[in-house]
C-alpha cells in the first residue's frame, strides 16, 4: 500500500484555487519529484500534505490513517516533515536550537543534532550562531537537518536548491542521495528539471493547479515534461481535465 | 541621589507589572489592555484570603499566584484563541471588553472601596533602612529584588528550557513552529498564563504599597505600557530599564512639583515614541 495517498484536494486562498482535484498517491521509500512552472500549485499541494494548509475538499491519507483534519503538529508526531520554501528558519535562534526544537516529537529513526552536523560539517562551526548571520548554503542545510530531526518517514522539500550557489546546491543534493538510500520517502519540488529527474524515481507534472503528467523518471522524456510543464497536451500525457 | 535610588525601587514594581504585558506581546503579538486589571485581581484574592482566613500575605501571595496561572490558560483557550483567529484587532478588543468585565465584576463584589493589605504586613511597607544619607524602604527593593529574579526567570526560561525555545520559536514564526511538531496553541497558552500569574504578582506588590480599588487597573496598565514602549517591546531586559526609567522621571517630576509626578513619566514616554530608534533596547533581543 501507499505511503501517502492524497485524493482529489482542492486547496485555495481566498477566491484563488491554487491546488484543483489533485491526487496523488506515493510508495514507501519512493523518490517523487513535483514539476511544474510557478504558480503551478506545488507549494500549495505540499502544505496541504504537511498540514500548513487546510484543503477546501479532498482527503490525504498516510499510512492508511486518515489525516485530513490532523493539525500539522500531530503530523509532525506521525512522521511527516517539510522543508518549507525559503528555508524559514527561526531567524533569533541558534543553528543547535534550530534543530533541536525539532527533536523529540516521534522517538526513533534516531536523528540527532551530532548526526545532522556529521552530514552537514558546514554546520559544525556555525552551531552557536544565530540562522539570520548563515549563508544560503548553510540556511538551506539547517532547514533541511531540522526536518531530519523530526524523524520522518516522509519528507516534503520544496525548492531546497532555490537562491543557492551552485555549488551549495551539490552539496545539498549530495546529502539527499545519502537520505534517499536511507529509505525514507521523498517528495520534492524542484525547478531544475534535469536534477529533479536524476534524484527521483517517478515525476508528476502539475500545471493550472491540475496534475497533467505523471510516471516513471526513466521513462518520461524531456520533452514530453516540457510540453506538460508549459501546457502543450503531450499524446502520452495522463490529462486530468475532464 | 536619594531621588534617582526612589525612582529605581519604583522602577523595580512597574518592571514587574510590565513584564507579563511584554511576555504576551513578544510571543503573540497581542496586547493585553485587561492587564492592569488582572493585577488587582490578584491584589483582591490576596487580600481576601488574608482578611477571610487571616492567614500570612506571603502564604496568601503563594496560592493565589498558581490560581493566576489556571486563570490565565483558561482565559487564552476561551477569549484570546478565538479572537486571535479573527486578525489582528479583535484580540485588542476583546481585552479591552475584559477588562471593562473585570472591572464592574470587582465593582458588584466588593464596591468602590479602597482597600490595602497595608495592615497586615505589618512593618515590612513602612521599613527603610538608611545608608550614608540615602534612605531605602524595605519594601522597595524587595520588589525590585523580585522584579529582577522574575526576569531571569524569564530568561532562563526562554533561552535554557525547550518549553522556552519552543516560546521562541513559534514567536518568531508560528506556521513553521507547527511543521516542526510545536503545538502553538498549547505555547500561548502557556505564554498567556505566565503573564497573568506574573501580573496577579504584580497585582500583590500593589496591594502591599498602595490602597486599590476596582479602578485601580487601566492607571497600572498605563505605566507598564509605558515601561514596555520606554525599554523596546518585547525585550525582558528593556522592560527592566523602562520601568527604572520611568520611575526615575517619575520621582524626579514630583521632587519639581508633587503634581507633575505622573506629568514627567509621559513626557519620557512620548519622547521614546517620538525617537527614530522606539524603545531603548528595541533592536537587540527582538522577539521576547
Known amino acids: ?56 475538499a479532498g482527503t490525504v491519507f498516510f499510512d492508511g490513517v486518515d489525516i485530513t483534519r490532523i493539525p ?20 533569533g535562534l541558534t543553528v543547535e536550537e534550530n534543530l533541536s526544537i525539532a527533536g523529540g516529537h516521534r522517538p526513533g529513526g534516531g536523528w540527532t543534532v551530532e548526526r545532522v552536523l556529521a552530514i552537514f560539517p558546514m554546520l559544525q562551526q556555525r552551531r552557536t550562531q544565530r540562522a539570520a548571520t548563515l549563508s544560503g548554503g548553510e540556511q538551506q542545510a539547517t532547514a533541511i537537518g531540522r526536518a531530519l530531526m523530526c524523524n520522518p518517514r516522509l519528507i516534503l522539500l520544496d525548492e531546497v536548491s532555490l537562491g543557492l550557489a551552485p555549488k551549495a546546491v551539490a552539496a545539498v543534493y549530495e546529502s539527499l542521495r545519502e537520505l534517499i538510500g536511507g529509505g525514507t520517502t521523498v517528495v520534492l519540488v524542484e525547478q531544475d528539471l534535469g536534477r529533479a529527474l536524476s534524484v527521483s524515481t517517478r515525476v508528476t507534472c502539475m500545471l493550472h493547479g491540475e496534475v497533467v503528467l505523471e510516471g516513471a523518471s526513466s521513462a518520461l522524456s524531456r520533452e514530453q515534461i516540457t510540453a506538460a510543464y508549459f501546457g502543450v497536451r503531450a499524446s502520452s500525457g495522463v490529462g486530468a481535465d475532464t | 541621589m536619594n531621588v534617582l535610588v526612589q525612582g529605581v525601587l519604583l522602577g523595580g514594581f512597574y518592571a514587574l507589572l510590565a513584564c507579563g504585558l511584554s511576555l504576551m506581546f513578544g510571543v503573540m503579538r497581542i496586547i493585553n489592555l485587561a492587564h492592569g486589571d488582572i493585577a488587582v485581581i490578584g491584589a483582591y484574592l490576596v487580600w481576601v484570603l488574608v482578611n477571610q482566613t487571616s492567614m500570612p500575605p506571603w502564604l496568601a501571595a503563594l496560592l493565589v ?30 481585552t479591552f471588553g475584559l477588562a471593562i468585565v473585570i472591572e464592574n465584576v470587582l465593582l458588584q463584589i466588593f464596591s468602590p472601596d479602597d482597600h490595602s493589605l497595608l495592615s497586615s504586613t505589618g512593618t515590612l511597607a513602612t521599613s527603610s533602612i538608611s545608608f550614608g544619607g540615602l534612605t531605602i524602604s524595605i519594601f522597595g527593593m524587595l520588589t525590585l529584588a523580585t522584579a529582577v529574579v522574575v526576569l531571569i526567570g524569564l530568561q532562563f526560561f526562554l533561552s535554557r528550557t525547550t518549553s522556552g525555545r519552543q516560546m521562541r520559536a513559534t514567536a518568531e514564526d508560528p506556521d513553521v513552529a507547527e511543521l516542526v511538531g510545536i503545538n502553538a496553541r498549547a505555547v500561548y497558552a502557556k505564554a498567556t498564563a505566565i503573564a497573568v500569574a506574573i501580573a496577579g504578582l504584580g497585582g500583590i506588590f500593589l496591594a502591599i504599597r498602595q490602597t486599590f480599588n476596582p479602578s485601580t487597573g487601566p492607571t497600572q496598565l498605563i505605566f507598564a505600557f509605558e515601561a514596555v514602549v520606554i525599554g523596546g517591546f518585547g525585550s525582558p531586559w528593556g522592560t527592566l530599564l523602562g520601568g527604572i526609567v520611568l520611575g526615575v522621571a517619575q520621582v524626579i517630576g514630583a521632587q519639581v512639583n508633587p503634581q507633575y509626578f505622573v506629568l514627567f513619566g509621559h513626557l519620557v514616554f512620548l519622547a521614546v515614541l517620538a525617537s527614530p530608534r522606539g524603545g531603548l533596547l528595541s533592536r537587540r533581543g527582538r522577539t521576547v
Request: hydrophobic content about 50%.
Open chain 1, 1 to 56: 500500500m501507499s505511503l501517502l495517498e492524497v485524493g482529489a484536494v482542492d486547496a485555495q486562498y481566498g477566491l484563488l484555487k491554487a491546488v484543483r482535484g489533485v491526487s496523488l498517491s506515493v510508495d514507501e521509500g519512493e523518490t517523487r519529484a513535483l514539476v511544474g512552472a510557478n504558480g503551478a500549485g506545488k507549494t500549495t499541494l505540499l502544505r496541504v500534505i504537511a498540514g500548513a494548509h487546510r484543503p477546501a
Open chain 1, 72 to 91: 500539522a503538529h500531530k503530523r509532525v508526531a506521525l512522521g511527516i516533515a517539510l522543508v518549507p520554501e525559503g528555508r524559514r528558519l527561526f531567524p
Open chain 2, 65 to 94: 499566584l498558581p490560581i493566576m496561572w489556571v486563570a490565565g490558560y483558561v482565559m487564552y483557550v476561551l477569549l484570546l484563541e478565538r479572537s486571535r483567529r479573527a486578525g489582528q484587532l479583535v484580540p485588542l478588543l476583546t
